[in-house]
């Protein structure tokens, strides 16, 4: 990769952790808190229960256990290509820092009454309690992957229409796992908008040292 691209990653990478950080302040200070519940509120009020399944599908797809795998067999694939292994601990890096919000950070998730999960399985990581929901970990997992196979789709042989069509899959598959994290009462909008950037800069700035 051409030094001027990645620069352009890492700025791009550091100034959106930059906005990740000024929002995490905004939703330490509670300006969110409204807002955060009135579109929990509209969207289970305007969403049909039928989607409750499909939505739910999606808990398990942006799970610890299935991004981590995914992501670590795609770093394996390129290790010695690309010699991108160590980028993996950025991975894990902004999975410490979910935690850690979701530790220190008072933020509660949304309320019992408001949860919507209709699947009778769960993976362990799904028992493990940190007191607070910011910023989503299923949103954090599920930006910087998609990031990352953007990366190779469009560095990829495939026709410009290919591109273009599992392209538009992805950010399909992004929107609905934004939606499905607010929908289900599992995060509130503030948390998964936190994990999208937390997910985005540090996938960004992962491919400035690729």
Not at 82 to 102: C, D, N, P, T, Y
Not at 116 to 126: A, C, I, K, M, V
Not at 158 to 171: D, E, M, V
Not at 183 to 197: I, N, P
């Amino acid at each position: 990769m051409k030094i001027s691209k990645r620069i352009n990653f890492f700025l791009a990478g550091s100034f959106i952790l930059a906005l990740f950080v000024i929002f995490s302040v905004l939703v330490k200070k509670k300006f969110l808190n409204g807002f955060d519940f009135d579109t929990t509120v509209r969207l289970q009020d305007h969403i049909s229960r039928h989607f409750d399944t499909l939505f739910s599908w999606f808990s398990l797809f942006g799970s610890f256990e299935v991004t981590s795998v995914v992501v670590i067999a795609i770093f394996i694939l390129f290790l010695f290509k690309r010699k991108v292994f160590w980028s993996l601990g950025l991975f894990f890096a902004a999975i410490l820092v979910e935690v850690l919000g979701k530790v220190y950070l008072p933020h509660p998730s949304p309320p019992f009454f408001m949860l919507r999960y209709d699947l009778g399985f769960n993976f362990p990581s799904s028992y493990v309690s940190t007191g607070f929901s910011y910023p989503s970990g299923h949103m954090t997992r599920t930006s910087y992957l998609l990031v990352v196979l953007l990366f190779f789709l469009f560095s990829s042989k495939l026709g410009k229409y290919q591109k273009y069509f599992w392209g538009a899959g992805l950010f399909v598959f992004g929107g609905i796992m934004f939606i499905s994290r607010i929908y289900l009462g599992e995060h509130w909008f503030s948390d998964v908008f936190g994990g999208l950037l937390l997910g985005l800069s540090s996938s960004l700035i992962s491919l400035a040292f690729w």
